[in-house]
């Protein structure tokens, strides 16, 4: 019997850099997910706080994982 894979997305900011928003996503998608395959960016930007002279890292990202049956 072979195992289903399947996709979910995600996205998570780090004030840090764009490796900690992505380390958020894995962090936050194996508390309910299981056999996590892969993780595909799809999309990253930073958005510009001037007021308070700070950046925020965002990323999307595709998490492939795979369905026990």
Known sequence: M?????K???SRTS???WA???????????KSLRGIRNIQIIESDVKVK???DKL???VRVQ?????EK
Not at 2 to 6: F, K, R, S, T, Y
Not at 20 to 30: F, G, Q, R, V
Not at 63 to 67: G, K
Request: glycine residues 0%.
């Open 50 to 52: 001037e007021d308070i």
């Open 2 to 6: 072979e195992n289903l894979l399947v």
């Open 20 to 30: 900690d928003a992505l380390k958020n996503c894995y962090t936050e998608a194996k």
């Open 15 to 17: 004030e840090k850099n």
């Open 56 to 58: 925020i890292y965002r």
């Open 8 to 10: 979910s997305s995600k």
């Open 63 to 67: 998490i492939n994982f795979e369905l």
